[in-house]
């Protein structure tokens, strides 16, 4: 299909105002590289140089922490105060401009977090939580929590408003809340994280309060044209916890508030929904792509939100099919299941694949899972290498997409240890 007509190529309009010039964003992934004291750094610029010039029409950092006595990784960015303004804001100039210092057209949004009890205990030795539930997980990496007060959580909430208010200032043209995957926002809306019976937990209303404060205070702070997106779980995949249908009801909750942008994903620490052992293995899954396909077509039927669908996408057809794909019968129904189809490994090893999509050069991400074959350790791995790969990035080289998993393991775990002791 040509460019000029592809679906991937389409403008979208969010309901701020700011227009996307195209379908492609790469989503985030843990780049793992700030400098010491967690601001970015040359390897950083190098890494979103690269792919501010690939293409895509959106770009969203991986955590951008609120807090740096809260970060989830050592390597994590955090943003705090006016003193992280000139490194974040070189950070933006990165992919937003070019050498020349013309604007490349690429959309740059930070995805702002919290890790709440998914924080190591060697970077946080007492991590909070909305309650004093330890992550079931063997190795004791993770400490047990302890349980926010009623007085803590208002400041956490203004800390999520303060990042965003320093993103925008430093250029950054969107911010998104990461509230999946198991971090503190996804920790609040689950019933077996979330055990408070207060104003912030008790039954869904009040479990997803932290996020509406937190997406009314980031709105209060940064303006109304300025986007605002959330990443949410379509479930943990976990017995008794967050559900499709609770989750169905917080999209309801943040169209009224006036996101801008809504990205679908699923799974926490406990049960990754990509690793093998969820939605990701299923024949009919791996036969559509995308992992959360179907959840997407629910939500299309219940709001009007612009939808962002990451994970599992690897064929150029695949994508433009979601994108077209007509869902409900309604006259005013938007074209496609979503709107904007998400790629995150691919631009890890690929990082101009957004270029190649849109002028059909690439039909087929050459992503492929890199296993040895022992399944208690391969979701691990898999992650390493592909953080490997935006490492070599951010080094100045290209991607190597033959390296054995066990030596990335080797390299990557040499230097965490040396980040830790340094």
Known sequence: MPTSTS????????PCGAVLRNRIAKSAMSEDLADVGNIPGERLFRVYQRWGAGGAGLLISGNIMVDRAALGEPGNVAVESDADLSALTKLAQSATMDAFGHPTGT?????????????????????????AVPLTLPGAIFAAPRALTAEEIPAIIARFARTAALCKRAGYTGVQIHAAHGYLVSQF????SNLRDDAWGGDAVRRRRFLVEIVRAIRAAVGPAFPIGVKLNSADFQRG???EEESMDV???????????LEISGGTYEKPATSGT???????????????????????THTRLPLLLTGGFRSRSGMESALSEQVGTQADERAGAVDMIGLA?????????????????VTESRVQPRRTGVNQIDGFLEITWYTFQIHRIGAGKDPLPDVSP????ADMGSRTLFRTRR
């Open 189 to 192: 809306l689950s019933p077996l």
């Open 107 to 131: 959309a740059m949004w930070a995805q702002i977090n919290h890790p709440g009890r998914q924080a190591p205990r060697f970077l946080v030795p007492k991590p909070v939580a909305p309650s």
């Open 241 to 243: 916890g967050f559900d």
């Open 251 to 261: 999209v309801a909750a943040l169209e009224a508030e006036g996101i801008d942008l």
């Open 7 to 14: 679906p991937l190529a389409q403008p979208l309009t969010l």
């Open 278 to 300: 969820i939605e990701a293995t299923r024949a009919s899954t791996l036969a559509r792509e995308a992992y959360f396909l179907t959840y997407a077509r629910k939500v299309r």
């Open 345 to 361: 490994r691919p631009f890890a090893l690929e990082p101009e694949i957004a270029r190649g999509l849109l002028d059909g050069t």
């Open 406 to 409: 066990w030596r990335v393991f």
